[in-house]
Each structure stands twice: as structure tokens, then as C-alpha cells.
Nanobody, 115 residues
Framework: QVQLVESGGGLVQAGGSLRLSCVSS????????MGWYRQGPGKQRDLVAQ???????DYADNGEGRFTISRDTALNTIYLEMNSLKPDDTGVYFC?????????WGHGPQVTVSS
């Protein structure tokens, strides 16, 4: 069982920035990938960005160029730096870790971007 603890959500004005953190209870090198997903009001949960064990990074189209995912392997932590935030970025941001066929989710901090 992998425990994920996120932090860094909150309320920000459009154009502002936020940084999310996700700490894994499992050594990050035992995880196939870690990533961030967003669930907007009344919407499905969609990928924002992910980073694989090998370091490959994937971004959803609407975040590329504004969002940056990174990791600190010594701290078993991934980060999501979000810049130039838009009201459409509002939602609950879930951290996900994947080991083989199992997915583990964090509680999901709320990010609200006001116009």
C-alpha cells in the first residue's frame, strides 16, 4: 500500500502561480510512474502531467508550457509548478502513483483560480 500526501493547494487569482507537492510513502524508484490529475467541477479526472521511473515526462496539451512536473528522489516527492493559472485550471488535483497494475491516489488538494 502506497500512501500519498499532497500539499500546496489554495486560492489564487488568474495569472498567478501555485506549487503542489506529493510525498510518497514508498521509495520513488519502486514506482512505475507518478503524476498529477485534475478533476474539475462536474468533470472527469484527467491527466495533467506524469513522470515515469525512467524520467520521461508527459503533459496534457492544456498545461504544457505553463505547468512543470519535477521530482526529488531523495525525498520521494514530486512537484507540480503551475504558472499563468486560468479559471479553467480550477479543480481538485490528485497525485497518483502506479506500481505495475495498481494505482494509488492521494486525497487531492483543491485549487481554485479566480478571474
Amino acid at each position: 500500500q502506497v500512501q500519498l500526501v499532497e500539499s500546496g493547494g489554495g486560492l489564487v487569482q488568474a495569472g498567478g502561480s501555485l506549487r503542489l507537492s506529493c510525498v510518497s510513502s514508498e521509495n520513488i524508484f519502486f514506482l512505475n510512474s507518478m503524476g498529477w490529475y485534475r478533476q474539475g467541477p462536474g468533470k472527469q479526472r484527467d491527466l495533467v502531467a506524469q513522470i515515469t521511473l525512467g524520467g520521461r515526462i508527459d503533459y496534457a496539451d492544456n498545461g504544457e508550457g505553463r505547468f512543470t512536473i519535477s521530482r526529488d528522489t531523495a525525498l520521494n516527492t514530486i512537484y507540480l509548478e503551475m504558472n499563468s493559472l486560468k479559471p479553467d485550471d480550477t479543480g481538485v488535483y490528485f497525485c497518483k502513483a502506479k506500481i505495475l497494475r495498481s494505482d494509488y491516489w492521494g486525497h487531492g488538494p483543491q485549487v481554485t483560480v479566480s478571474s
